[in-house]
């Protein structure tokens, strides 16, 4: 099983068993503590009328002031005597070419309006077409060589193993992905209140003039990007696992498992995984379980999902991690088959911040329930790996659609004036799973496939529309509205081992002088004789002297290098259909421009229509063949050539810029926000203002 994850940063200040100094310590302090209590409690008593004074000016000037910060924001812009409100949908992956035809044939008539009030324009993407740069430009209207998100995965700066992009820990305090200002941040200089819904690329939480929910980024309380568990009874059941940890558990009754948690680390420096045990009681009908954990009780039927359950892991004596997690029964016969979430931060005790102010989370969770805060929700690895069956999946997707959808509603009925967006990821992933249904030509396409599966997208570009609809109902006279999405879709028929192609022509060497393969993480490669790696979705970089740990390209040698793999790797056909698999190759310079451009892969796959990196490539791995059949049932992708996969904008105001792109939005925001040419300038932007 390969999982990226972290060692848990808070397990540094667990304690060691053994320390009984720290007991008779405990016992002295509160000894002492017990006499100045008592000696204060006498003092207060001959003095209650004061002292019940001073309390009461305290609380009401505490609430005072506490309602005075909550409006501050809000206040700043009213007497500012500023009311428009400038909303931003972001839908990820809305293709032109789904919509387009949904449009022609009156399928979708809350776009259509939105379309004739202003108008609907394809919108340039980025390079490379990933959802974690896109929205990152979207939100700075930078180059990705300046606000530094490259891809999902990208090289460790110390050695050539992947690190997730997005969530960077460093003790216990969580790094930004993204190196330069978003829009949202100006508001706390100009002024200008904002709400900002689940955007990707936003954890750690940015202090803003008004509230902000982190989105794509923020881990789960084992600090990767989900985690999954699976406990089966079937002692064949473990398989290999990419998303999720399966366990074995024998039969019984009751049935004895653990949950395990986050890692921690001991003073005596022995690193522990935090675990903790609950137990599944099958019912004679075999219908259902009973399932205890931490004294919590439910039963579950074959099928269903359970509500969100509580856990928390000690950490020591006066600590702990407190997630939330659900709980999936997929079936009892002929072996037990229970799927467990990943455990996602408890939003109303988050061990990392996950909104700002710091008690938004935790007042949405009032608001509407507990809901899922990791910044990628939707668990496709356990469709990938048949650990949830279509059904629970769809029933899953569905639910944080309308989660969302409530959140969106809500807050935009509070909202005033300012800028407000949201996000929802709905579309790209239900794209990614099911355009195997709508593609003749993927190799798991089923004519006879049910309904309810082949009109999974159709029926997703509907909950779009309607969507839009609701907002267009909060719609004021002087609002304006745009609705976007970061890039297009395709389908996802054949994967490329780019590690692969580099062994076989002689830039990637192997440790075994015989060896044609090599495993996960880089473990085969020989570094000496290695000059070109391939990692992520399509990044190649060169072995580089100074950059890498063990770099062999010099400077001088590296540009010739750089052309020639480019060269090569435009005539690299699939010898399965003879169809060259790359659009286009993209080098560094082309593509990539700013202070940490050096950094990001010296080559870039802008593969064609139906090709895409394979997921062996992704963690460093170099399999048997060049080229196989995607059979994965993630089958539709856009990380392919980014002018093959543009995106979709509609507006309720004409835009008047040209060929409008992913970097015209953020100038567009500020330009909302009173910034004029000459201070857009000064922020070395990439984009203009659409209007």
């Not at 070419?97 to 379309?115: C, D, H, T, W």
């Not at 355009?435 to 030509?441: E, K, M, Y």
């Not at 496939?449 to 969507?467: F, N, V």
């Not at 076989?504 to 060497?509: D, L, R, T």
Request: net charge neutral; hydrophobic share 40%.
């Amino acid at each position: 099983m390969i999982t990226l994850a972290y060692i848990d940063p808070g397990s540094i200040v667990t304690v060691g068993s053994g320390l009984a100094w720290i007991l008779a310590f405990l016992v002295s302090f509160l000894a002492t503590a017990a006499v100045l209590f008592r000696k204060v409690w006498e003092w207060m008593r001959r003095r209650w009328r004061m002292v019940a004074t001073v309390m009461i000016a305290i609380v009401v000037g505490g609430a005072v002031l506490s309602y005075s910060l909550a409006r501050r924001g809000h206040n700043t812009m009213v007497d500012r005597g500023f009311k428009n409100r400038m909303i931003i949908i972001g839908l990820d992956g809305l293709s032109p070419e789904i919509i387009e035809p949904m449009l022609a044939a009156g399928k979708l008539p809350n776009f259509s309006r939105l379309k004739e009030s202003g108008g609907y324009w394809r919108v340039a993407t980025t390079n490379p077409a990933e959802s974690p740069v896109a929205w990152a430009t979207f939100a700075t209207g930078r180059n990705p060589g300046k606000h530094g998100v490259y891809d999902f995965i990208r090289r460790s700066p110390t050695s050539y193993l992947p690190d997730l992009s997005l969530t960077r820990l460093e003790g216990n305090r969580p790094l930004p992905a993204r190196k330069t200002k978003a829009f949202w941040q100006y508001g706390r200089e100009t002024g200008v209140p904002v709400s900002v819904l689940a955007c990707p690329v936003t954890f750690p939480p940015d202090e803003v003039n008004g509230v902000l929910l982190s989105g794509m980024g923020v881990p789960d309380l084992l600090g990767t990007q989900g985690t999954f568990s699976f406990y089966t009874t079937a002692t064949a059941g473990a398989g290999t696992a990419t998303g999720g940890e399966v366990h074995v558990v024998a039969a019984g009754d009751p049935i004895r498992a653990e949950l395990l948690g986050p890692r921690k680390q001991a003073l005596t420096g022995k690193i522990e995984r935090l675990s903790v045990p609950f137990e599944v009681r099958i019912h004679e009908d075999r219908k259902a379980v009973t399932i205890d954990l931490q004294g919590s009780k439910l039963i579950l039927g074959v099928g269903q999902w359970s509500g969100w359950q509580e856990v928390r892991f000690k950490l020591g004596p006066l600590r702990k991690m407190q997630g939330i997690l659900r709980f999936n029964l997929k079936a009892v016969d002929p072996y037990l088959e229970l799927y467990a979430s990943p455990i996602c931060i408890d939003p109303r005790h988050p061990f990392f911040p996950i909104s700002y102010p710091p008690d938004f989370a935790r007042k949405i969770a009032e608001d509407h329930g507990l809901f899922n805060t990791r910044g990628m929700p939707f668990d496709t690895w356990a469709l990938n790996e048949d650990r949830l069956s279509e059904e629970a999946f769809i029933e899953d997707a569905r639910s944080l659609y309308e989660e969302r959808l409530r959140l969106l509603d809500t807050q935009l009925q509070r909202f005033e004036a300012g800028v407000f967006f949201c996000y929802f990821e709905y579309p790209d992933i239900i794209q990614h799973m099911y355009w195997r249904f709508i593609d003749p030509l993927h190799p798991l396409y089923r004519a006879d496939a049910p309904p309810e599966l082949s009109g999974m997208i159709d029926d997703c570009y509907r909950k779009m529309d309607s969507i839009v609809g609701l907002v267009l109902s909060r719609l004021g006279p002087n609002d304006t509205l745009i609705v976007l999405s970061d890039h297009g879709f395709g389908t996802w028929r054949r994967a490329v081992h780019l590690n692969s192609w580099l062994v076989q022509e002689g830039y990637m060497k192997l440790k075994e002088p015989w060896a044609t393969t090599g495993g996960p993480l880089f473990g085969d490669v020989d570094w000496s004789r290695t000059q070109a790696y391939a990692l992520g979705f399509g990044g190649i970089y060169l072995n580089r002297v100074g950059r890498e740990p063990q770099g062999i390209v010099s400077p001088e040698e590296a540009p010739r290098l750089q052309q020639e793999i480019a060269g090569k790797l435009a005539r690299f056909v699939d010898p399965k259909t003879g169809t060259p698999v790359a659009h286009r190759v993209y080098l560094q310079q082309e593509i990539f421009h700013g202070p940490d451009a050096h950094l990001a892969p010296d080559l870039y796959m802008g593969f064609e229509k139906g090709y895409g990196g394979s997921w062996q490539t992704a963690l460093g791995a170099a399999p048997e063949g060049l080229v196989e059949d995607s059979l994965k049932k993630w089958g539709g992708t856009h990380l392919v050539d980014p002018t093959l996969v543009p995106g979709v904008l509609f507006s309720n105001r004409r835009v008047t810029k040209p060929d409008p792109s992913l970097y015209d939005f953020a100038p567009t925001v500020l330009r909302f926000m009173g910034f004029d040419d000459a201070r857009l300038a000064k922020e070395d932007l990439d984009g203009q203002p659409l209007f």
